[in-house]
């Protein structure tokens, strides 16, 4: 399948790993991207908290550029994918809106696009059976918990993305990739996103709340989908309860045999390496 591709400011910089990976899965999955031409910031995570127009303005622009193939467009963040569904949401039920937005950026919006993410997309268009049938390195004795943060599901009228109370895409992608992923109630708990910086003494007390409870429920690792969340697994939670986080597209990465993850899983804070081998997986 033939897809538009939208990284984002993250995944050229902090989450260069998220990319590199989402691309070697779409390459060996024959998912085919196209980046969009000419691209922009989405204005997440602070555009929404600044003026509400150019919240909406500035994915517009991307969406509307990714008009031009007529594809679904990828969108790897989960930041940037609630900022377009957002953008999409409002443009669709306010006119005068549109019409505004249309004339500062000079362009017709169509809403032809359909914003997904790579979970959707792998789920949904590859399936299940296609990637365990693709799997050479089954991720045998790794327990992961699947944690999707805040942003991709909520609110759930706008971002119609899996159950937003208790989503289950992500848990079986990682047991088509032989994993063996535990149950918990904190999928969709906050980490504390982008207080990261400001308010650190809180992104802490999140963290390892979340990291806790993974460990109660038997998990050995987490596995994401959002660079925040990423970020803040990686580098937040105290040493006594820390576990080893991965991008989920890094893990399938894994699982069918791409080059790519011991340079990527070099670039983690908490090594997943020491977990791996201990597991006979690398």
């Known amino acids: 399948m033939k897809v538009s591709y939208y990284p984002g ?19 060996a999955l024959q998912i085919e991207l196209a980046e969009v031409d000419d691209w922009s910031c989405c204005g997440a995570s602070s555009a ?12 517009a622009r991307n969406i509307i ?56 997309i792998i789920y949904n268009d590859v399936g299940k059976e296609k990637l365990a049938a693709a799997v050479t390195k089954p991720l045998t004795g790794l327990k992961p918990v699947s944690y999707y943060g805040c942003l991709l599901l909520r609110p759930p009228e706008i971002c119609e993305f899996d159950d937003y109370e208790n989503p289950y895409m992500l848990d079986t ?15 969709t708990d906050c980490c504390g996103g982008s207080l990261t910086l400001g308010k650190t003494d809180i992104v802490i007390r999140l963290v390892d709340k979340l990291m806790k409870a993974a460990r109660e429920a038997g998990a050995n690792c ?9 970020a803040n697994l990686d580098t937040r939670p105290s040493e006594d309860v820390r576990l080893p986080a991965f991008y989920f597209t890094e ?25 791996l081998k201990s597991l006979g997986i690398v």
């Open 9 to 27: 400011c993250s995944l050229h910089a902090t989450g260069r790993e998220y990319d590199e990976s989402v691309k070697a899965v779409s390459r």
């Open 48 to 59: 929404h908290m600044t003026n509400f127009k150019l919240s909406v303005a500035l994915p």
């Open 65 to 120: 550029a990714a008009e031009k193939s007529d594809r679904d467009v990828m969108v790897p963040c989960a930041a940037c994918f609630n900022r377009f569904k957002s953008a999409q949401h409002h443009l669709a039920r306010d006119a005068k809106l549109r019409s505004e937005v249309e004339s500062i950026l000079g362009a017709k919006y169509a809403g032809t696009v359909k914003v997904r993410t790579p979970i959707d």
């Open 173 to 187: 992608i990682m047991k088509s990739c032989g994993a063996e992923p535990k149950k918990w109630s904190y999928k």
């Open 222 to 230: 987490v596995a994401t989908a959002c660079p925040v969340c990423f």
């Open 251 to 275: 893990l399938i990465a894994l699982a069918l045999g791409t080059p790519g993850p011991e340079s990527w899983f070099g670039m983690h804070n908490v090594d997943p390496r020491p977990l």
